[in-house]
């Protein structure tokens, strides 16, 4: 007696509950064996929670084809004549009509011998290692997509440090130049300091030596000649015009200023030349801050900077 297709499955070592569910699925053999090998992967519960599908499904729609069962005792398989495949049950060739929409069969006389046990295990076989090739492939899937995004990710890690880096940099080259400035200026009043004490040594210098000639009486015999005394400085408030050295970070900025403007007009003019804001000056000798919104009020000559001065833009 020959096999049924659920006792071949079962033979090839199939769980019977996935055999029954392929059988009901397909309808045939190499229906089942197909379903069993693309759904091997899956659980039973989620094949069992799929919805059932019967194997003549097809055979219920408009123009499917029209396939006789077995007659006479003479008839042992169906044959589609148009590829001369060979089926042992009529559910067999429904579910290979509605794979190909392949329409004619016929009866044959042929009789389709069951699988060997050689040819049961070679199926087998070739199902676990289809199963392990797929396996071995989605690995590798996983395993180049976890690497594309570990790039991806450091990629991003880098892009960020770099811009992190790239601002200190920046920082450090603005705080640099500030000090540079800073530096320039105290260098340049202590020039001026030094060169004054200079200037006020050589001139007690001189008018000592005038009084010690004029104790000796030597005025009279060889009179000295007759120095035009300096012109007295005028007084700050006597100023009208401030010559200001402003130090920004692109370089030095010579302005001259009525005496009534405010540092607030200064800033002012400093950012419509520097397209940078202002929010303090300093002053380098003596050392003075201005700061916005507190000092920037007064005028030129109210903060002392008249006649001339240097100041430190912030």
């Known amino acids: 007696m020959a096999q049924t297709d659920l006792e071949v499955l079962l033979d090839m070592g199939f769980e019977e509950a996935r055999a029954k569910l392929a059988v009901k699925k397909n309808g045939g053999l190499q229906g089942a064996l197909n379903w069993l090998e693309e759904n091997q992967d899956k659980s039973l519960e989620d094949l069992q929670a799929e919805p059932a599908a019967s194997a003549g499904d097809d055979e219920d729609e408009e123009g499917g084809p ?3 069962p077995l007659e006479g005792e003479n008839a042992k398989s169906l044959t589609c004549n148009e590829c001369g495949k060979k089926f042992r049950t009529h559910a067999q060739a429904s ?3 509605s794979k190909t929409e392949h329409t004619d069969f016929s009866e044959s006389t042929d009789e389709i011998a069951p699988l060997t046990e050689e040819e049961k295990k070679a199926k087998l076989e070739e199902l676990r290692r289809k199963a392990a090739e797929r396996k071995e492939a989605k690995a590798a899937q996983e395993k180049e997509e976890n690497k594309r995004n570990e790039q991806i990710r450091q990629k991003a890690t880098k892009e960020t440090q770099d811009l992190k880096e790239e601002l200190a940099r920046k920082e450090q080259i603005k705080e640099a ?3 540079r400035m800073e530096k320039q200026a105290d260098l340049e009043a202590k020039r001026r300091i030094k ?3 200079e200037e006020d040594k050589a001139e007690r210098k001189r008018l000592q030596e005038e009084a010690k000639a004029a104790r000796e009486g030597r005025v009279s015999a060889q009179p000295s000649p007759v120095v035009a005394a300096p012109p007295t400085p005028k007084p700050a408030s006597a100023h009208t015009e401030a010559r200001l050295r402003l130090q920004t970070p692109g370089g030095n900025i010579l302005k001259t200023y009525p005496a009534e403007t405010t540092l607030f007009e ?3 003019d400093v950012e ?10 300093t002053m380098t000798f003596p050392r003075k801050k201005f700061e916005s919104g507190i000092d920037f009020g007064q005028t030129l000559k109210e903060a002392g900077l008249v006649p001339s001065s240097v100041l430190v833009v912030n």
């Open 66 to 68: 029209t396939i006789a």
């Open 95 to 97: 579910f290979h009509a």
């Open 177 to 179: 130049a500030k000090k």
């Open 195 to 197: 060169a004054k004490i």
């Open 266 to 268: 200064v800033a002012h």
């Open 272 to 281: 419509a030349e520097t397209q940078t804001p202002v929010t303090s000056f």
